[in-house]
């Protein structure tokens, strides 16, 4: 192809074919009587040949990408948290002075089944009560709200001594909003890192409940270590993992799809990875 015969092309239509042949071509955007026209003067065709060579690292560029794996250091301290919900049900009932067998026993259970009713509703509700937050958006404010009840729980039972089931309703209600709306909205929020980030995200969660259920009564069992620190100690890392989320991982995100916004060649190549790493 040639430059007169690119000029001397009279149709968009005929234009846009003969542009799928060149090997390589380049399109200089100018000023044309209807927004959005392709005019001839507005391209510049090529016939120089690309070597492999070349194509090669923009072919491979995102599938040599590797999995973003301090995203687990997002996941653990969120599922550390759900831990402490339902595994440390018996060091808050001693707290409360509430006994097997009494009334109080049963309200307390009716207390802690907020945790699950939360998690039930939010799974599904939080599309139509969060839709005008994204995907990244809801993943903060899910981060928020447990951190939220581990300071109900930290603060207004153990700390200020209130034992009152109404702070029991209200922490462990918030908990199961937490949970409920964090993974799906994580595992959307990071779908422009690939499967593989994924993977990463997915094994936090049995890492996070480890650490409570067993690294948790492992020091209880050795140590003197009051229940409070338990709480205190991930409140800190919840406020970490919102730190890590809007700084790395969430920038990374941005970073990646304003990069595939602009090249349009490499938005091609990411959909082509995203599809194959399936």
């Known amino acids: 192809y040639s430059k007169n015969k690119t000029k001397n092309m009279s149709t968009n239509n005929q234009l846009t074919t003969a542009l799928l042949t060149p090997d390589r071509y380049t399109v200089v955007p100018v000023s044309s009587p209807q927004q959005g026209e392709i005019t001839p003067e507005a391209v510049v065709v090529t016939t ?43 060091k808050l009932k001693t707290e409360l002075s509430v006994e097997c067998g009494a009334k109080e026993d049963e309200a307390f259970g009716r207390a802690v089944s907020a945790l699950y009713m939360g998690n039930l509703i939010f799974r599904f509700a939080h599309n139509l009560i969060l839709f005008p937050f994204s995907p990244r958006g809801r993943t903060c404010l899910s981060i ?6 581990m300071s109900v729980i930290a603060f207004g039972i153990f700390v200020f001594k209130i034992h009152d089931l109404t702070l029991v309703w209200l922490a462990y209600g918030l908990g199961g909003i937490g949970i409920g709306s964090f993974e799906s909205n994580l595992l959307s929020a990071i779908t422009p890192l690939g499967h593989r980030t994924k993977l990463w995200a997915t094994l936090g969660i049995p890492a996070g409940v480890v650490i409570i259920t067993v690294g948790s009564f492992v020091v209880f069992a050795v140590t003197d270590v009051p229940v409070l620190s338990v709480y205190l100690t991930v409140l800190f890392l919840l406020v970490c993992s919102l730190i890590m989320f809007l ?30 790493e399936k």
Not at 59 to 70: H, Q, S, T
Not at 144 to 149: G, N, P, T
Not at 253 to 275: A, G, N, V, W
């Open 144 to 149: 928020i709200v447990l951190a939220l009840s």
């Open 48 to 90: 120089e040949t690309t070597s492999e060579e070349e194509v090669a690292p923009v072919k491979n560029l995102f599938g040599k990408i590797e999995p973003y794996r301090r995203v687990i250091f997002v996941v653990i301290p969120v599922f550390m948290a759900y831990a402490c919900l339902f595994a440390l049900q018996g």
């Open 247 to 276: 700084c790395f991982v969430r920038t990374r995100c941005s970073r990646l799809l304003k990069l595939t916004h602009h090249f349009p060649m490499l938005s091609q190549e990411y959909h082509s990875f995203i599809s194959q």
